[in-house]
């Protein structure tokens, strides 16, 4: 069994790892560019997101918030509403927490769900979505 799941306009995409995932979202060549390569791809990516969530503030926590043009505009950045692009795994957790798709995880693979207490949930699956604010505050502090 996969062990994650992607849900976007009720279609099922099953996925082997987190690779598999990247790849989805931002095509087999990404993981040939650079570092700084992949981090203009994911705010090219996010700042689409950001226009059709009226203004989304799109950040990286080292350097601060994006305006257009890939250009820093500000030092500071709103932690809790803005989409965080610093790596693939916080762009990832990012689209979760705005729901533009829905992410879940076989309960025991610890991908997204290692820092997760599951004692309490039912399932052979974590929504992702439901816990992506916590994960990040959780990966930042």
Known sequence: MEPL????????FKLNN????IASIFGKGYFDL????????????SYAISQFHK??????TDKGTYGENFEI??????FENGFIIDDDYSYILSLCKINSF???EIRNS?????LIDKKDIEGDYVV???FAKDLLEELYN
């Not at 799941?5 to 099922?12: D, H, L, S, T």
């Not at 987190?18 to 995932?21: A, E, M, S, Y």
């Not at 203004?55 to 990286?60: A, K």
């Open 128 to 130: 992702i979505n439901h």
């Open 102 to 104: 829905m992410l879940l």
């Open 18 to 21: 987190i690779n598999d995932l």
């Open 110 to 114: 610890n991908i997204f769900t290692g």
């Open 73 to 78: 505009v500000s030092e500071d950045y709103d």
């Open 34 to 45: 650079s570092q700084e390569e992949r981090l203009k791809v994911r705010y090219e990516k």
């Open 55 to 60: 203004y989304l503030p799109i950040i990286n």
């Open 5 to 12: 799941v992607v849900v976007i306009q009720g279609q099922q």
